[in-house]
């Protein structure tokens, strides 16, 4: 089983509890390494990254944190997929491996990525939602319309 990469599941996560937990109001990258049980400075590394890609926007301040940067709808796992650097280059080989493995791979490639593009973060948060998992504790409201 091909498998993605750890950083790209708590990347993808922590973006999905902001759109599911944010309203109005900032998560902080220390309440969000709690709920995922990781150091919140592993996880500040990313929440960095997705900030310089425009995945999400940094509140500065003692109730700051971070909110999406764009809608929901406009966010996909491609993005924040971009934003960690997550784009792995196919190394060159043998001409068997250069002929026959690399373009096998090359289509795994782009089957994965087609889906990660299609993927949004609303459409995550619509999943959410629809089995009921709980909110945070905060029980912030979405007043996205």
Known sequence: MIQLSKRLFYATEAVLYIAYNAASEPVSSKEIAGKQGMPSRYLEQMMQKLVRAGVLRGVRGPHGGYLLAREKRRITLADICKALGEEEAIPKSTP???QIVVPVLR????SIAE???ETTIA???EQ???HQIRKSDGERTDFNI
């Open 107 to 110: 289509k795994f490639q782009a």
């Open 96 to 98: 068997l491996g250069n």
């Open 115 to 117: 889906r990660l593009h």
């Open 123 to 125: 459409d995550l948060y």
């Open 128 to 130: 959410a939602t629809e």
